[in-house]
């Protein structure tokens, strides 16, 4: 792990001190899940933002649709 300080405002500090004493856990650990949360999160619209820029380009482009008429068959029957 790397050590990182940041600087948070007076609320935000408060908010996350009673989180972690509710769930008896460090601050450094539930900042830490926040982050993994987010970061998670990020990823997921980054995904979602590729897939709908390429969405018209394999509805369209021919060579993409090739094989659209064997949706949905059983290649294990």
């Known amino acids: 792990m790397y050590r990182t300080q940041i600087l948070l405002e007076p609320e935000q500090h408060k908010t996350l001190t009673e989180i972690a004493h509710q769930e008896k856990r460090s601050v450094s ?3 830490r899940e926040m982050v993994d949360k987010q970061i998670a999160e990020r990823k997921r619209m980054a995904l979602t933002a590729a897939a709908q820029a390429l969405l018209a380009d394999y509805q369209t482009d021919p060579e993409l649709t090739a094989f659209q008429t064997l949706d949905g ?3 294990h029957a």
């Open 29 to 31: 650990d539930v900042v």
């Open 73 to 75: 068959d059983d290649f």
